[in-house]
């Protein structure tokens, strides 16, 4: 990593990868902590050695943008207000832990080191090139298939929905304008349980292949709960609009009447 940051002349590093699905994490946590929490690890210290102690850069010249979830903060009621950046950490699964972790020594490097780093916090992602383990994905690639499609539970869990073109427009907003230190939490504004989701996607679908809604709706099956399934996330995104006046441009159905024509036109072509 220090030679690609020095070779390159890297001023801004962005850090997106995780390990990022959840029941691997449970089956296999040792993966998650090496790429987590080892993995933000080697790029931070990468980034201090190269920027900080090589180049004597100040804060100006250069910027660790480090991406994380909503999953840190573990799980609401129904009525509890959606979670904030002064939401305590409450992990509940291997992977929201090992983000929790990242965080914790991202903040570390900004505060003993100077290093230049802001943070986010994100609601559940979906949209185009998504990989094919996610809800979203599983459940349009059964229903084509008509194959089962599995809800955990009853299907009531909650998740706040957020476009991938609106969260890069908000990662885009936070790396170019919000101070040094700052975290923001990202949301879609669009709280919507499993089953419904399911629906939607189901209604959604048969309107692009023109046939009965009640045949894929049929194929939606129950399964059995995942284990310390967290049963809501919300997030209020108040911070990063009143500070950086970003808002999610798409609504749910928008979002996913356009990630369902992308996986269509991806499928169409294998």
């Keep these: 990593m220090e030679e690609l940051i020095r070779s390159h002349e890297v001023d801004c590093i962005v850090h997106f990868a995780a390990e990022s699905h959840v029941d691997r994490s449970i089956s296999g946590p040792e993966v998650f902590l090496q790429t987590n929490v080892m993995g933000t690890f080697a790029l931070l210290e990468a980034a201090r050695k190269i920027w900080l102690e090589e180049n004597k850069w100040d804060n100006t010249q250069c910027r660790f943008h480090h991406i994380s979830t909503d999953e840190v903060y573990g799980t609401l009621s129904k009525t509890d207000p959606a979670f904030s950046e002064t939401t305590p950490y409450a992990p509940n699964s291997p992977y929201s832990a090992s983000k929790a972790s990242s965080d914790h020594i991202v903040r570390a490097y900004f505060h003993t080191y100077g290093l230049p780093i802001t943070m986010s916090n994100c609601s559940n992602n979906y949209g185009p090139h998504q990989h ?31 476009f991938v073109v609106d969260h890069c427009e908000a990662i885009a907003k936070i790396v170019h304008e919000a101070p040094l230190g700052e975290t923001y939490n990202i949301g879609g ?71 369902i024509r992308w996986y269509l036109s991806k499928w169409d072509n294998q």
């Design 189 to 259: 504004n669009a709280e919507q349980n499993n089953l419904d989701m399911a629906k939607l996607i189901c209604e959604v679908l048969a309107e692009e292949l023109n046939k009965p809604k009640e045949d894929l709706l049929s194929l939606i099956t129950f399964v059995k709960d995942r284990a310390g399934h967290d049963w809501r996330y919300a997030i209020d995104p108040t911070k990063i609009r009143d500070e950086l006046h970003w808002e999610p441009n798409y609504k749910l159905a928008e979002g996913i009447r356009e990630t």
């Design 132 to 162: 094919d383990e996610k809800l979203i994905p599983t459940i349009i690639r059964n229903a084509l298939q008509n194959n089962p499609i599995p809800i955990y539970g009853d299907g009531s869990n909650i998740r706040d929905w957020l």
